[in-house]
């Protein structure tokens, strides 16, 4: 819920500043930096709650530490590249593949209850799905249409 705040408002935001120094709006630029926001946002998390987010990983995949770690450092990287006009494009695409990669981490999550801020199996379980997947497909959909498909 969160990320979904941090987006909108963040959007809300850099609409009217647009407005504000060039007089126009430019949507497109708006959602970028929102995204870019957010993205900076989560990236704190892969940092603040690390023991939570190796939670997430399912047993079998090694190096879980390091995962996490490197998808907080990718997010802040994507986050600049979606900002840069000569990167936004390619930055999308890579973003939708993360976001679609990370997916499953979100289902193993709810599966199994974990509380990745707590790092405890206390979680809002399954329930979560329901409002997880459609956030994911939202933040695909945003990332497409301001970079790839620029409305």
Not at 89 to 103: D, K
Request: overall charge positive.
């Amino acid at each position: 819920m969160k990320p979904l705040i941090v987006l909108l408002l963040s959007f809300i935001i850099s609409i009217f500043a647009i407005k504000f120094f060039r007089k126009q709006y430019d949507f497109a630029i708006s959602a970028r930096i929102a995204m870019s926001i957010m993205l900076c946002f989560t990236a704190i998390g892969h940092f603040a709650f690390t023991k939570g987010m190796t939670m997430m990983i399912p047993q079998f995949i090694p190096f879980k530490e390091s995962i996490v770690y490197m998808t907080g450092i990718l997010e802040v990287l994507l986050a600049i590249g979606l900002l840069i006009p000569r990167f936004n494009v390619i930055s999308g695409w890579a973003l939708i593949i993360f976001l679609l990669l990370i997916l499953p981490s979100n289902i193993y999550a709810a599966i199994h209850n974990i509380n990745y801020q707590k790092g405890t199996f206390d979680g809002n379980g399954i329930t979560y799905l329901w409002f997880r997947i459609p956030l994911q497909i939202l933040f695909i959909l945003w990332t497409y249409l301001s970079t790839i498909r620029i409305f």
